[in-house]
């Protein structure tokens, strides 16, 4: 069992930034591949990025390719999305999300766990 907990969304100005967090309970997050969905009002929920359990590989939308870099400290047991040049079509809330064997991490269906979201406004 991973719970998950995410913080840091907020309001921003377009061009600005923020740093997301995804805190995991549990003493096995290290075997877990992480991934950041999306969804906005009114919008299904989409892929924003992914990584492996041991951050080798990382995965992103093209909608966000360049602008955000997904990264995990497995000793801290938390992860990562930093969001550049933020755009207001970025507006939504943000989850976290766990899965222990798949490796098609664009897919939300894959995951075993999900954190409740953050919400991240951005302003024009």
């Known amino acids: 069992q991973v719970q998950l907990v995410e913080s840091g969304g907020g309001l921003v100005q377009a061009g600005g930034s923020l740093r997301l967090s995804c805190a995991a309970s549990?003493?096995?997050?290290?075997?877990?591949?992480m991934g950041w969905f999306r969804q906005a009002p009114g919008k299904e929920r989409e892929f924003v990025a992914a990584i492996t359990w041991n951050g080798g590989t990382t995965y992103y939308a093209d909608s966000v390719k360049g602008r955000f870099t997904i990264s995990r400290d497995n000793a801290k047991n938390t992860v990562y999305l930093q969001m550049n040049s933020l755009k207001a079509e970025d507006t939504a809330v943000y989850y976290c999300?766990?899965?222990?064997?798949?490796?098609?991490?664009?897919?939300?269906?894959?995951?075993?766990?999900w954190g409740q979201g953050t919400q991240a406004t951005v302003s024009s």
């Open positions: 549990g003493r096995t997050f290290s075997s877990y591949h």
């Open positions: 999300a766990a899965t222990s064997g798949s490796r098609r991490l664009w897919r939300a269906n894959e995951y075993d766990y």
